[in-house]
């Protein structure tokens, strides 16, 4: 698969979490284990743990700036570090950061739509943890092989 097909993968697990960018990145990458690799794997788990209790209690909006610039970012920074990591010049990892933030704003978006639908079919909690299921599921496609 190649990395614009996997930045927009994780840009749109990113619109719907929007930690999953970096964690994703961080949990695969290859770095020789060690207490710097553990604090910070160990850090990216903690916010998105926190991310994933968040949204079901939290009244942000995703498609507010406050809500959506966290979304970008992450989703930009995750496409980033894919395509950097193969070794490639500057403009892949810059396309890849811009394709997954334009994704990460569609996956937000999308996101809204379905917890609206889902809204008047199950109890809130249970559309968000599909939705976490979902999102989780992009980003560990994204950033296999």
């Known amino acids: ?7 927009v993968l994780l840009g749109a697990a990113s619109g719907s ?21 553990r604090a910070r794997r160990s850090l990216v788990l903690l916010a998105t743990a926190g991310e994933l209790v968040g ?3 939290s009244s942000v909006s995703r498609t507010e ?3 959506l610039g966290p ?7 995750g496409g980033f570090t894919l395509a950097r990591r193969r070794r490639g010049g500057v403009v892949a990892p810059l396309l890849a950061g811009a394709v997954a933030a334009g994704a990460a704003a569609g996956g937000a978006y999308a996101g ?18 599909a939705e ?5 599921t992009l980003a560990a496609v994204a950033v296999r092989g």
Do not use: C, E, H, N
């Not at 917890?115 to 809130?124: E, I, L, M, N, S």
């Open 65 to 67: 700036p406050v809500g």
């Open 55 to 57: 949204d079901k209690v």
């Open 17 to 37: 979490r929007s930690s999953l960018g970096v964690t994703a990145t961080t949990l695969s990458d290859g770095a020789t284990p060690g207490f710097g690799r």
């Open 71 to 77: 979304r970008l970012g992450s989703a930009a920074a």
């Open 112 to 129: 809204v739509a379905w917890r609206r639908w889902a809204a008047q079919r199950v109890p809130d909690w249970q559309a968000a943890v």
């Open 132 to 136: 976490d299921a979902a999102a989780i």
């Open 1 to 7: 698969m190649g990395v614009l097909v996997r930045s």
